[in-house]
């Protein structure tokens, strides 16, 4: 595979692009997907979906790239369906493994006392590199 992407994830999100859209648009090419439909697709799932603290924007993100890396586009007898969805909560346990949670409110400790557990940039870091250790190595390697 070629070099690591994490810091252009997340340079892309401290330059204006939600968490979702850093992580989709940060890998949209490999996928044949062009940035400006990357950008579109994922533009609701900021702020843990449509700014409603709930599953991490990032984590949705990631979620996406697996599932358009292993469907087999099939609209009549889709196939894949389980073995996505498997890959996606495979996906979200490692992040969660890393950072106790996939809740964006919790993440960032809204309405908590106490700090929060990553900043939004880290959640971006931290779903980008899980991209590149367990999805990526599977289907480019």
Do not use: W
Not at 66 to 76: E, H, P, Q, R, T
Not at 121 to 130: P, R, T
């Amino acid at each position: 595979m070629e070099k690591s992407r994490v810091d252009i994830a997340v340079n892309k999100f401290k330059s204006g692009y939600n968490c979702a859209q850093a992580v989709v648009c940060t890998y949209c090419d490999l996928l044949g997907l062009d940035e400006e439909t990357a950008f579109a697709m994922s533009e609701a799932f900021g702020t843990g979906i449509a700014r409603m603290q709930e599953t991490c924007g990032s984590v949705c993100g990631m979620i996406m790239l697996a599932g358009l890396l292993n469907s087999d586009k099939n609209l009549k007898e889709p196939k894949t369906k389980i073995q996505s969805l498997t890959l996606g909560k495979e996906l979200a346990d490692k992040f969660k493994e890393m950072n106790t949670t996939v809740r964006c409110r919790e993440l960032k400790s809204v309405g908590m006392d106490r700090p929060p557990i990553r900043s939004c940039d880290g959640c971006v870091h931290d779903s980008a590199e899980i991209i590149e250790k367990y999805l990526l190595k599977k289907y480019f390697e």
